[in-house]
């Protein structure tokens, strides 16, 4: 059955409440902003009502595009990049794989994928070590 | 005991990067329901924060609020806030028993004085102090004692913020919530039966990133968690707005997850996180589950007037039969039955008990 993303009716199990319209807008207008003014845009999608099912029917939409990644720091985290360029869906996980947060990132590259300041102060620290052992 | 790493330091040391840090902060940020922009201030705060020192002492109360905080799966924000603030005491959870716990909280309270956060589970019984005591020591006089060195107390779940439970009519145990003893301290009230567990650690997280008391509303409650109420963030408005509603549990429209409202649902005048934040990992909520709100996060939530009575519904059924039947000119002896459903119907929406006797003196 298809299913106009603004229609708050019931699909089987499913409810659509009518909220995935106004994110795809708001992701439309984050998307051209990003373009013209080089700034990114976080959506928090744990800070929106969603119905059963609904946060699914978003995912479907936005789709799963050419660029995919996978960080294990406390729990995996995955970052797709969707259909559109431009837009990641970020997922936080723990380690028991519950999922912890969920964001829309609309951005060249999501922070997260970044290898970080300090980490890689740590790893100047560590190879001399792994050089003195190894070789 | 003390220790004077920051927390940033802290998740280092457990071997947590930069990258884990960051991801900390986000999810952080999404439980203290602020703006994914507000990751970078949070993560430059928790930089510089400290650890704290908790206290937390169980009142009158079920342990329902410990259990939901312990029983998320780890390692949760819940877990990691816990792994690095100091939990100095905890009736429940702490190993030590008999005069070690006294002489812990005593020790706890001394190295910390000034500085603690004081968190309450549960209510006070003043009516006969009796009712409730921990190693001989009345509820009333521990509160009113570890209140003194405290830097803010924490009420946790609606017990201990409005007297929940045991407050309800006939409140046969005198109980009182803390805020009704304590008049100079900072007191932050997180309700609900009980809380979700995130929010009781993003109070903590709140605090200790902004060390200060966030913003409250007129209840006490934090603005972040309690700002908007479960029936304006239900994902089932829309069929309220169209006036589509489940009639009973069962029917087409329960099915179809119409709106609860005539089912008793109690969102449109409870304020709480349950509607996005969900419950166990953000798996569920009871509306979602198909019940609705029990209003478990409002004062007198337990004297509503019934769980199933949709919120327009002025007064029980019974009473209605009752004025019907006295309205249609009936017999003496149905007034009289009429009069006695009705004394019924009030004690059953006070909570109290009725008696046969008590029926045969109102006849």
Redesign the interface.
Known sequence: MTMACNDATTSGEEIFTGNVTPILNEIRHALNTLLETGESTIIDLRALPMGPGEEQHLESLLGIGEATATINAMGPTTVNESLFAGVWLVTHRNTDDEILGKFIEITRIPSILESQTEDIRGALKALPDLLAENC | MADDRTLAEML?AQG?????F???C??T??MM?L???M?PKIAAALESARRPSVIWLSFQECTGCTESLTRS?????EK?IFDVISLDHHHTLMAASGHAVDEALNEAMEENFGKYILIVDGSIPVGNPAYSTVSGISNLDMLEHAAKGAAAIVSVGTCAAYGGLPYAKPNPTGAVAVSDIIKDKPIINVPGCPPIPVVITGVLAQFLTFGKIPELDSLGRPKAFYGQNIHD???????Y??GQFAETFDDEGAK??WCLFKLGCKGPVTYNAC???KWN??T?WPV?AGHGCLGCSQPDFWDMGGFYNALSVPTVDLAKKAAVGIAAGAAIGVAAGALNRRKKAKAVSEHQTVTVDDLEKGA
């Open positions: 280092r947590i990067t930069r990258r884990g960051l991801k900390f986000a999810t940020a999404s329901a703006s994914p922009a990751v799966h780890s390692p949760s924000i990691l963030r239900c994902y089932r408005r829309p069929f707005e169209r179809k997850g509607a996005t934040t990992e953000g569920s979602e």
